[in-house]
């Protein structure tokens, strides 16, 4: 399967810089949904940012909990991207909104203490069924994730040794085990004087194994590939500036990184 083996896009360090000086900031995800009569209505909803697919530093607990349940602790730290991500429950509408709208989506931070606005549109696709990629929703996901992932430049670690299941879990293990039995809530957005059935979903249970079959059942990353990247500064009332870079698929065939870079009036 190819990687993509160009450049890291040309927005990917301020970006970065800018969310490190930013501690626990979330991002406003919006989709679009259907109404009954088929009409496109907008989503939005804040979710906790997860950084760049598939680096995610872990709470010395959460590595401890790898290093105990999963071979070799983990994968090996080969891959990179410049593909966002945020971790979601299966049962939540924003997937299906995905699937109905071609993986229509765009993430938007206002990451105050630096006074800048970012927004990032593109496709999102949700991977992690612990079963397997011939069983995860979107059939394709993973394929079409691997394009955008990059060898990283001092890879540690062969390839063939990196596995999505890993790559999931480490997200997995990297929440709370409060946090993780929130995968394992009775169905979000079903009216609470319905009674669950189902013993095994209930308020309040921390779940310390990483493979627990119900809470991985729901647990999904959604990873976002970017088409368009915006950079609002507002650092300087008199001053304000904005860039856009967009991708094309063209540039990026001539092994360019593929991004062209446009400032444009605030
Ligand atoms: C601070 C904060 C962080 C949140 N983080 C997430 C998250 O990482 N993933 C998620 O699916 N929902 C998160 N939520 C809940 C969502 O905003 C939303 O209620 C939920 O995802 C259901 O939305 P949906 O049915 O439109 O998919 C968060 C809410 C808040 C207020």
Redesign the pocket.
């Known amino acids: 399967m190819a990687t993509a083996d160009n450049a890291p896009a040309p927005w990917r360090d301020l970006l970065k810089s800018h969310m490190d000086q930013t501690p626990g900031y ?1 991002f406003t ?1 919006a ?1 679009v949904g259907f109404d009954e009569n088929q009409r496109p209505i907008p ?8 950084g760049f697919f598939p680096e995610v530093k872990l709470h010395p607990k959460s590595k401890e909990d790898m290093e105990q349940q999963v071979k070799d602790g983990g994968n090996p730290d080969t891959y990179e991207s410049d593909m966002l991500c ?4 299966i049962r ?4 299906d ?1 995905l699937e109905t709208s071609g993986h229509a989506v765009e993430a938007v931070f206002w990451l105050k203490d630096v006074m800048t606005q970012w927004r990032v549109k593109g496709k999102a696709f949700a991977i992690g069924d612990p079963r397997g990629e011939d069983l995860e929703r979107e059939k394709d996901a993973r394929k079409e994730l691997h394009t955008f992932l990059r060898v990283k430049k001092n890879c540690d670690g062969s390839i063939s040794d990196w596995t999505w299941d890993r790559a999931t879990t480490k997200y997995f293990a990297n929440h709370s085990p409060l946090a993780r039995g929130s995968f394992k809530f009775p169905s ?2 079903l009216p609470r004087s319905q009674d669950p059935k189902d013993p095994a979903l209930q308020m309040g249970q921390r779940v310390t194994d990483l493979h627990d079959p119900v809470a991985r059942g729901n647990f999904r990353v ?1 990873v976002i590939q970017p088409e368009e990247v915006e950079r609002l500064d507002l650092s300087n009332q008199e001053d304000m500036r904005r860039w856009k870079w967009t991708r094309s698929s063209s540039n990026a065939e001539k092994g360019q990184s593929g991004w062209i870079e446009t400032e444009v009036w605030p």
């Open positions: 979330e995800i989709t989503r939005v909803r804040t979710c906790g940012c997860r945020f971790t979601t429950d939540m509408e924003k997937l909104q979000p957005g959604v």
